[in-house]
């Protein structure tokens, strides 16, 4: 299966700052996803990053908020914009070739917001 | 829509003991059905999956059966070991959506006792 490669692990940032976080595979995958984990929670989904075109976003989660590129099938970037303490939370993404092959997820990115 | 329902943690076993977390599902399609695996601090692993009914899934001693006619993906496990401290998402991909995301469920906490 593929391996991710994102960063930054973790990061302290203040208020109305943004921060990009990068996910690279080690191949060539058809889907991407972002996903957010609040503290003790689980996931949810934010926006399937589509190469060469808008990602899909969710409801509850705007473009203006969470930009994404993925501009070719192994790199795709988050962006969390104008930071407020609610955005506190781990930040994952994922990716896939086929639905049967599962689903990798990357180490995650643990951003605290002050 | 789609969705999981793990039975409620947080579970707490000595070590050897015999485990089983419950997980059903609904999906408007014949999903593919994952266990993932999150140790403290770290991403998502994926322990192991099952893509279409009677499949038996498993890794590192874990098991899982897809019954379709019960609508359930139950992990169990015959002796837990310390280690297999973590906390534990069923989720599930239903092949018939077009984006194809994993849909998860809460996440059962499992500490496992020497």
């Known amino acids: 299966s593929a391996v991710i490669s994102q960063k930054p692990s973790r990061d302290i940032c203040q208020r109305g700052t943004s921060l990009t976080i990068q996910c690279q595979v080690d191949s060539q995958v058809t889907m991407m996803f972002w996903y957010r984990q609040q503290p003790g929670q689980s996931l949810t989904l934010i926006a399937t990053a589509n190469q060469g075109s808008e990602a899909t976003y969710e409801s509850g989660f705007v473009i203006d908020k969470f930009p994404i590129s993925r501009p070719n099938l192994t790199f795709s970037t988050l962006t969390v914009s104008n930071m407020s303490p609610e955005d506190s939370s781990i930040y994952l993404c994922?990716?896939?070739?086929?639905?049967?092959?599962?689903?990798?997820f990357g180490s995650g990115t643990r951003l605290t917001v002050v | 829509g789609d969705s999981v329902t793990q039975m409620e943690g947080p579970v707490t076993l000595s070590e050897e003991a015999f485990l089983t977390i419950n997980c059903t599902y609904t999906?408007?399609?014949?999903?593919?059905l994952f266990w993932y695996v999150q140790y403290p601090g770290e991403g998502l692993q994926l322990l192991l999956k099952?893509?279409?009914?009677?499949d038996k899934g498993s890794n590192k001693g874990f098991e899982a059966t897809y019954r379709k006619e019960t609508t359930s993906f139950h992990l169990e496990k015959g002796s837990v070991q310390v280690s297999d401290s973590a906390v534990y998402f069923c989720?599930?991909?239903?092949?018939?959506?077009?984006?194809?995301?994993?849909?998860f469920g809460s996440g059962t906490q499992l500490t496992v006792l020497p």
């Open positions: 999906a408007t399609g014949y999903p593919s």
């Open positions: 994922s990716a896939s070739r086929q639905t049967n092959y599962g689903y990798t």
């Open positions: 989720a599930l991909s239903d092949q018939n959506g077009s984006a194809r995301q994993l849909t």
């Open positions: 099952a893509t279409k009914a009677d």
